[in-house]
């Protein structure tokens, strides 16, 4: 039954598609990228190689950590930046209101580009958004961060363990996260915290892997992927390697 339900959603996704080419909305799609990427770049600054990102990323929340995040100018940027944006990292992130990108970052608007899920897991959609960013907005850095004491993956290991059926669609997502708890189950120490660090780690795989886009231009050296984890007691982000 639940490959079935899979299998239409499939069908559904492949038929929009089809439809959305047949309309002409692809056409649509390159016209706005171009003007994305002639347009407009409002923060040169943001123009940076990967490292740099990463570098810029870490000191940001380094200075969110130790209580010396910068004063932003919330009026100006907001003018600058109605003809486009060129932010300089993308974040798959936990839909977990604990969790916030732009502070954790000490980053203004346009910035981050980010995509939150909960579970911070690469769903098609959120790839899709990822693929937006790398090949319009010209952002090289993408950063899968997960986070102390995800509700999430705490979830799907009640579900593995436990038996426990959760009600709407909350078992697809679950299902989704059930890989990550399966390499860690047989770990020594925190299962959760040993699930949110391969969940981090499955998840950078797959946006490394994913193709046509982002593994041609990993292979290339011109997107870099990492994975973080947040300490909601510190503030504090730590790289996985
Ligand atoms: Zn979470």
Redesign the pocket.
Known sequence: MCNAKKQSNKMTFEGRRGFLKKAGVAAVGTALGSQSLAASSPKPENTISADEALDRLMEGNMRYVTGTSKLHDFNAERAALVGGQNPYACILS?A?SRIAPEYAFDSSRGDLFVVRV???FVSMNGLASLEYAVTYLGTRLLMVLG?QG????SGAISMIREGNVLPGSLPELMESLAPSVGLAINQPGDLLENAIRENVRLNVAALRAASPILSKMVVKDELRVVGGVYSLESGRVDLLG
């Open positions: 936990c977990d909960a579970g911070n986070h995800c509700g999430a993956i």
